[in-house]
């Protein structure tokens, strides 16, 4: 009997870009870790793909069905957070594991979680952790944060918070400016940052939260560097991420880039990456690539498709990735992973030649606390 | 006291710009009688009944029917009220049927608008009415023609039957028969006729052609640059200067 | 023809109506009155300036829609896309003279500028003229079935620049020396917008000129009330027509290449994401008015950028405050062109 | 005769189709098995609901609105908030459908007397942009509508999937909470489409159809245009904000995608005109049509496109995340192959 | 008719229309001769109309030929039936109501800005228009709308021009002052093809006349004919012309 995975990505509308790498790395990490047999333990890998089209409703459907008419042992998805927490409950009412990638709603794994969800992907206080360990240890701070004014926004704002207070107790956020979700011009915001900022002593920096289009630029060509600001951005596709260039010696952090962690995955999945579609693999395509890892050493580990027995192998378990190795924590299924602090190069060799490591954070200096009621 | 006349405006004008299209024009009508109003083009004419009718906002003055002020009323409000209107440049429902043209005028008559759950088709009631009024007019035969695929003398006859099936107080007639084909006019003229002959009715009558004027009027009212420049019998007031020259364009009375 | 008629007929010649200056005068109006809300007084000229720039290029997005609905009586939901392609188009200049843009010099910059809109314009109408033939020509006169097949046309191009670009947004580099600020003080204005504002002010004068002084306008209007009139006056009405909608998607492709270098990204969505702020401005303006669509343009513009310094909470909804209050004092726009 | 208010389909095949499709749709729980396939009955039936109750604003009335998702999502989120809220039971069915309806009500009023008085045209990007502030509400007011993310949400006990009222399977299914659950759908569907369909063949509905051909001459001839516009829209709110709230019920979520969402109107535009404008036959015709279009389709694409696999460009084309280009085409054609809708082509054939 | 030897301007032969599923006109013969004054008579619906829109191509000719001035016209798009001398006044005016009454006639001056003589003699004959110059046309009455509806035809001399009901909605003075403009036009060399229901009028104008009923033309010949004839006008059009007016 075949084993059979449902993967449901938004893979048309705005998000088409994220759903093709999830894609693409889901499928490389089936290859590599079948060694291209495409099977398991003499049981042939079925991967059955869904687009949700980003529709929460949809994504719901498409995963009732993958458990119902398709009988899939186990499904993993989806790009939009809304459509991930939308399945949520299915997953529990079918009783079967769900893997979320690459979603990243803290709620999934937080007060919307069930015991038959996991997560490859990293969430948003992960995020936040990576981007305080960022900043400087010692020292006066002054941090400002730009945001969309919507939950999400918030909510990294607040994360942010929580997490300098946990690790960087030197570092004060002073000032929170939320924009409009779909904001266009910047002046504005700009100017209220900058006049919230300039005054303060030690190291001054502007800490952008933001999900899309990019708003760095904007403020970068308003030349905060008059008053000694520097912005700081998170990871993003590395397409979104070439506006950096100008800005070099900007520094952040991120989850993955190709050129950070150094393992047999990740070489592997670089150079096959390359050959096979002519560039280096991206954000999505190493979380794709983790998912079908988690997905086959929980087969492996559990011998067989049992949810139960998935779910019990699964708990702390520890699984190898590109971005290294990954692991399962017991509480809430939050997968916990390294975080890369990078700076922007200055002369890239080519477009997607952009940041220079200056630090790897290792998970366990990522204090993430668990949110889930279990 | 005298009962309050049909309709009557006082010191109605209207200005628009500059431009003063009816001004200061005070009359009354009384019902059971056809008052023909006639003027050069532009005089006001129209626009005096869309003052009326409550197509336009008066600058001044006031509208009255029976006694009751209506001047601030909407035109539909004023419809209710018993003020009905056909107009010079046909205005009909272009894809219904003439049928429904004039089932539509029925039952606004029936105030059967706001009746959500009857079935319109049967209700016989407002179809046998419509079709009465299409005979009166003669055009029972094109009762399922829409007006877009009549003639022109065929629309300005359903012009006039929707006004005939709206039953008001008040018949405001805009050049009935302009474009009408001198063997079709007489249904028309009858039907006026009748109208007047009821003696409750209420008939006012934009007319150029002055035979049609003179077999029918009660009374003559003229404008003039939107001003009323003559009024009363219509012997006496076709035969003053100021219809003769300015109207008829005739130096001398030789009409 | 007898002296009382003649007198009677010869009142004075009426005169045309007179222009109307309430609008223009809101903008400078609306700038001095939040001066002393903002108090000082360089936020408030950065402020204003990039309002300014940025309502050109909002102007410069809408005009073309407001053109093709003030002239045809079209509503082309499809605009957007027009915008998205036009930014496009920049890669097929930027592609082979990458090195005008990374060179350090104003004219070679500003003439890759001019590159750029000249063939996303050409490019755009192009498509625009396709459009027309293919998708809007049978549908005049029914704006339901405009806004139907227009929405069609825009899925189906919007596909195509997936097929063609990929759906990956791709950065565009703002050509060397426009990128950054003057910076005077405490003010500072970015080059870019300067820019914008120039070409937002050239291509406003251009349209003026044309419109009013030839007889273009005038046929086109007239076409659009009753298109078999202005052919039995002998004029061929349907080419005239295709070049409208032509100019119209031309300038949206203008509008398009000024938005990609202002955000450096392109994606396929992109001209979809600003038709809202687009349609707000129209209304505002009065639908299918030039002059009011400017006026709309740099009141939304400015409004946006004071608001969200003043209250940052408020700026969601500022655009849709803005046109409730234009609406409220005049419910047909600032510049209401008539008809029916 | 009289329960379709003597507006009978008028064609032999449109009859049939129609009855082919309501059979289907009834029958459903029974003949096809798995959930996509009921998933897909039930999005037919509620947007049936909704187109109907569209096509009665536009097909009958002549307004072009863009605002009709609101309702549709105040219908939606009424469901979502008192379930999540107030706790699984009828109670909170009912309070959230009564609130979403009061409000669907008054808001359809206010839009309706502000700006029903302007141009066509200018009322529908007036109806634009309130839609867009009705998503801008619904992501900002995220401690209620739960944002971006949307509300899950429990059933009733009776409507889950669990509850089973019968021991023994009829027609060898058994009978659950989600065939219950379907069959509320279904029958409100059917019970407001009646409804809608005796209002737009009523004396009413014919003003309503005057209004739209000559306003003008509606209003000289004593009916208040104003008024009947608003309680058209009142009308049509309603019915959308019932639509709203089967859908909820069906999907136990509700989110601004799901109910708010631009694209949704536009299928809604598409439904009503495929199916055919003013006649609310076209709704069923259009929505079925649509949806399963929308359920299949990529379904078919893909399958054509490994078929094809080898040959250039073709499988590109239909390759299934190309499946929105053939959605455009289809907008594009349907305008024109279908001038009338289905329904009209339909009725014009029978008499010549 | 005249039996005119040379070729008339307009000639229609066994003309068939169709309008949708309608079939209005069932074969018509007519002709129009140069530099003469042709009346079309008829009842409501009998296609006069019909006939008009059929010549500038705004209804497409089933079958049957057009010819105008020697050239066959049937299939022209209108514009360059416009273009080869034809200027047409049609039933409803057509008036283009956003435009300025000035903007109407620049409009109708294809060949660039109307000759100021002709100008001021249009504006003799409807003083109105001149008062309104800069006005949009969509607020003139009835009447001033008419009288802009032929300004615009005669705006610039044409070959041919085709009139539908000209003094409909005309008070007494200006149909007067219509006469004269057709009189002084047909003096200057143009040739007219007027519908008109005002008997009176027609008769005072008139050279010749076609009466058409049903689609088809019952009767052609000189006015003059006509209006001698007292039982054929009752028999025509239903009535005498004494009876009216
Ligand atoms: N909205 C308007 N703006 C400006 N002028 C107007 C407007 N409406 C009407 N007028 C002018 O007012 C005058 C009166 O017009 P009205 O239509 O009442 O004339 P009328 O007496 O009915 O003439 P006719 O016999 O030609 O129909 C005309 O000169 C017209 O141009
Ligand atoms: N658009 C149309 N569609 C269908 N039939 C039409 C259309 N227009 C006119 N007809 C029909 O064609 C016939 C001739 O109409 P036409 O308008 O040519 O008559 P006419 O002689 O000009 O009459 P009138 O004197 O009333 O203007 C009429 O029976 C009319 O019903
Ligand atoms: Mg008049
Ligand atoms: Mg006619």
């Known amino acids: 009997q075949d084993i059979k995975i449902a993967l449901i990505a938004g893979k048309t509308g705005p998000l088409e870009a994220y759903a093709k790498q999830t894609e693409a790395g889901f499928m490389m990490g089936l290859e590599y870790l079948t060694k291209g047999s495409m099977a398991l333990n003499g049981r042939k890998i079925n991967v059955i793909v869904k687009d949700d089209q980003l529709k929460a409703d949809l ?178 596709i590395l397409p979104a991420m070439q506006i950096y260039k100008n800005y070099p010696g900007m520094e952040g952090a991120i989850y993955y880039y190709y050129a950070f962690p150094k393992n047999p995955m990740n070489d592997w999945l670089v150079a096959e990456h390359q050959k096979r579609y002519g560039a280096p693999p991206d954000f999505f395509t190493a979380g794709g690539f983790a998912a079908a890892s988690a997905a086959l050493t929980a087969i492996e580990k559990a011998g067989g498709t049992d949810p139960e027995k998935l779910i019990q192998a699964m708990e702390g378990m520890s699984f190898e990735t590109p971005k290294g190795t990954m692991t399962f924590r017991k509480e809430d299924h939050q997968a916990l992973q390294v975080m890369y602090h990078f700076k922007v190069k200055a002369e890239g060799k080519d477009q997607n030649d952009l940041l220079d490591l200056v630090d790897t954070i290792p998970a366990d200096k990522l204090p993430i606390p668990v949110r889930n009621k279990r | 006291m005298l009962p309050a006349p049909a309709l009557e405006t006082r010191g109605l004008t209207v200005r628009f710009g500059g431009h003063v299209a009816v001004n200061d024009v005070s009359c009354r009508f009384t019902s059971g009688t056809l008052t023909a109003i006639v003027g050069p083009n532009g005089a006001g004419k129209t626009t005096y009944f869309n003052l009326i009718s409550g197509q336009l906002r008066a600058s001044a003055g006031q509208v009255l029917v029976e006694g009751a002020d209506v001047t601030n009323l909407a035109p539909s409000a004023r419809a209710k009220r018993g003020l009905g209107r056909a107009f010079q ?101 009858e039907l006026i006729h009748d109208i007047k002959q009821r003696g409750d009715a209420t008939v006012l009558l934009v007319e150029h052609k002055m035979d049609v004027v003179r077999s029918l009027a009660d009374r003559i009212v003229v404008l003039h640059n939107g001003t009323l420049v003559a009024d009363g019998e219509p012997a006496t007031v076709i035969a003053s200067p100021v219809v003769q020259e300015a109207y008829l364009g005739l130096e001398a009375s030789d009409g | 023809m007898s002296d009382v008629a003649a007198d009677a007929a010869n009142p004075p010649l009426l005169p045309r109506s007179r222009t109307d200056w309430l609008p223009l005068i809101l903008v400078p109006v609306l700038a001095l009155a939040v001066l002393p809300l903002i108090g000082d007084v360089s936020s408030w000229v950065t402020l204003t300036i990039a309002g300014l720039a940025m309502g050109m290029m909002i102007f410069l997005m809408a005009s073309g829609l407001t053109l093709v609905f003030g002239l045809m009586d079209i509503i082309n939901f499809g605009h957007g896309v027009f915008i998205s392609l036009g930014a496009y188009a920049t890669l097929l200049v930027l592609g082979p003279l990458a090195g005008w843009a990374s060179a350090n010099s104003v004219a070679l910059n500003l003439a890759l500028l001019l590159l750029c809109i000249v063939v996303a314009m050409v490019l755009t109408g192009l498509v625009g003229a396709v459009f027309e033939r293919v998708i809007v020509r049978p549908v005049y006169g029914n704006h339901l079935k405009q806004i139907l097949v227009t929405m069609g046309g825009l899925i189906v191009t919007e596909q195509a620049i997936h097929a063609i670009w990929g759906a990956s947004p791709i950065p565009i580099p703002l050509p060397e020396t426009l990128r950054g600020a003057f910076v005077l003080g405490d003010i500072v204005m970015e080059r870019y917008r300067v820019v914008a504002i120039g ?78 702020l687009v349609f707000i401005v129209i209304i505002i303006g009065g639908l299918g008015s030039v002059g009011g669509c400017f006026v709309g343009s740099v009141l939304v513009a400015l409004v946006a950028n004071y608001v969200g310094f003043l209250a940052p909470k408020l700026a969601l909804i500022s655009n849709i405050l803005v046109m409730a209050l234009v609406l409220i004092w005049r419910p047909q726009g600032l510049f209401p062109v008539a008809r029916r | ?36 396939p009921l998933s897909t009955a039930a999005k037919i039936c509620v947007f049936v609901l909704l187109v109907a109750s569209y096509d009665l604003l536009l097909g009958y009335t002549g307004i072009v609105s863009f605002a009709h998702t609101m309702f549709f999502g105040i219908g939606g989120y009424g469901i979502a908030i008192a379930l999540e809220r107030l706790g699984a039971s009828w109670e909170s069915v009912a309070i959230g459908l009564v609130s979403a309806l009061a409000l669907s009500a008054v808001l359809a009023a206010i839009i309706g007397l502000l700006s029903l008085r302007v141009r066509a045209i200018f009322f529908s990007m007036i109806t634009l942009a309130v839609a867009s502030a009705a998503a801008v509400l619904a992501s900002q007011l995220s401690t209620i509508t739960g944002g971006e993310d949307g509300l899950s949400f429990q059933l009733p006990a009776e409507l889950r999937p669990a509850f089973r009222p019968l021991a023994d399977p009829i027609l060898g299914v058994t009978i659950n909470g989600r065939i219950l659950a379907y069959y509320l759908i279904f029958v409100v569907t059917v019970v407001i489409f009646l409804i809608l369909l005796r209002i737009v063949n009523s004396p009413f509905g014919r003003v309503l159809q005057a209004i739209r051909e000559n306003e003008f001459r509606a209003e000289a001839l004593g009916y208040r245009v104003v008024a009947y516009r608003t309680a058209a829209s009142v009308i049509s709110a309603l019915a959308a904000t019932v639509a709203g709230a089967l859908m909820a019920l069906w999907l136990r979520y509700n989110g601004p995608d799901t109910t708010l969402s631009f694209s949704i109107m536009i299928d809604i535009l598409l439904m009503v005109v495929i199916g055919g404008m003013g006649t609310l036959y076209g709704a069923i015709i259009g929505a079925t049509l649509f949806v399963l279009a929308q359920s299949y389709l990529q379904i078919l694409m893909g399958l054509g496109s490994t078929a094809l696999a080898g040959i250039p460009l073709l499988p590109d084309l239909i390759h299934p995340d190309r499946w929105l280009l053939w959605l455009g085409a289809l907008f594009i054609v349907s305008v024109y192959a279908f001038p009338g809708g289905i329904v009209g082509h339909l009725r014009r054939n029978r008499s010549p | 008719m005249a039996e005119t030897s040379a070729e008339p301007l307009l000639k229609l032969e066994s003309v068939h229309t169709h309008i949708g599923p309608y079939h209005i006109l069932h074969g018509l013969n007519c002709e129009v001769p140069a530099g003469e004054l042709t009346m079309l008579l008829g009842r409501n619906g009998a296609g006069k109309t019909t006939t008009l829109r059929t010549i500038m191509g705004l209804w497409q000719a089933s079958s049957g030929s057009i010819r105008f001035d020697g050239r066959n016209i049937t299939t022209l798009p209108t514009p360059d039936i416009a273009r080869s001398g034809i200027a047409y006044v049609p039933e409803s005016m057509a008036i283009f109501s956003d435009l300025t009454v000035r903007e109407n006639i620049v409009l109708a001056a294809r060949s660039g800005p109307v000759d100021t003589a002709r100008l001021d003699w249009m504006l003799g004959l409807f003083p109105a228009l001149k008062r309104f110059w800069n006005l949009p046309a969509g607020n003139l009455s009835g009447g001033q709308k008419q009288m802009l509806a032929i300004a615009r035809a005669i705006a610039e001399p044409r070959r041919l021009l085709l009139v539908d009901e000209p003094t409909k909605g005309l008070a007494p003075v200006m149909v007067r002052s219509m006469i004269e403009a057709f009189r002084a036009l047909k003096a200057a060399g143009e040739t007219i093809l007027l519908v008109e229901q005002n008997f009176h009028a027609a008769s005072q104008l008139g050279d010749n006349v076609i009466v058409m009923e049903d689609g088809l033309v019952v009767h052609s010949g000189t006015m003059s004919d006509l209006v001698a004839d007292k039982v054929l006008q009752r028999r025509l059009l239903g009535l005498s012309l004494d009876a009216h007016q």
């Open chain 1, 59 to 236: 994504a719901k459907t498409l995963l009732e069905q993958a458990y119902n008419d398709d009988k899939v042992d186990l499904a993993v998805g989806t790009t939009s957070s809304a459509a991930a927490l939308a399945m949520l409950p299915v997953a529990e009412e079918n009783g079967k594991v769900l893997i979320v990638e690459p979603a990243v709603a803290d709620a999934i794994t937080g007060e919307k979680w069930n015991r038959f969800i996991f997560r490859t992907a990293r969430n948003s206080t992960q995020d936040a952790y990576g981007a305080a360990a960022a900043v400087p240890a010692t020292g006066d701070v002054t941090i400002a944060t730009l945001a969309q004014d919507y939950a999400f926004g918030r909510d990294g704002v607040a994360a942010l918070k929580s997490a300098l207070a946990a690790i960087r107790p030197n570092a004060k956020v002073v000032f929170e400016e939320y924009a409009p979700q779909n904001a266009t011009d910047f002046t504005a915001s700009a100017q209220r940052l900058f006049d919230a900022l300039k005054d303060k002593p030690g190291k001054k920096i502007i800490e952008i939260i933001w999900a899309g289009q990019h708003p760095l630029p904007k403020i970068a060509d308003l030349k905060p560097e008059r008053y000694g600001i520097e912005i700081a951005p998170g990871g993003n």
């Open chain 2, 89 to 189: 440049l046909t205005n009909l429902f272009p894809h219904l049927t003439a049928l429904e043209n004039v089932r539509l005028a029925v039952q606004s008559r029936a105030e059967a608008g706001w009746s959500f759950l009857s079935i319109w088709n049967s209700r016989r009631d407002l179809i046998e009415k419509a079709e009465a009024v299409l005979e009166r007019v003669r055009l029972e035969d094109q009762r399922n023609v829409p007006p877009s695929a009549l003639s022109h003398g065929d629309q300005r006859k359903l012009e006039v039957a929707l006004l005939i099936a709206m039953e008001p107080k008040v018949f405001m007639f805009d050049e009935p028969t302009a474009g009408m084909s001198v063997d079709e006019m007489p249904t028309v003229l």
């Open chain 3, 199 to 276: 070409i937002g002010l050239l291509v406003f004068a251009a349209m003026q000129l044309l419109l009013n002084r030839t007889r273009i306008g005038l046929l086109i209007r007239a076409g659009v009330e009753n298109p078999e009139m202005v052919e039995a006056l002998g004029y061929r009405i349907r080419r005239l027509f295709v070049s409208v909608f032509v100019a119209g998607s031309a300038l949206a492709g203008l509008g398009g290449v000024m938005w990609a270098f202002y955000r450096q990204t392109l994606t396929a969505g992109m001209g979809m994401e600003v038709m809202v």
């Open chain 4, 1 to 36: 005769m009289w329960l379709l208010s003597s507006d009978t389909p008028r064609s032999l095949l449109l009859s049939l189709i129609l009855i082919g499709i309501v059979a289907c749709l009834f029958a459903a729980p029974f003949v096809f098995s798995g959930s996509q």
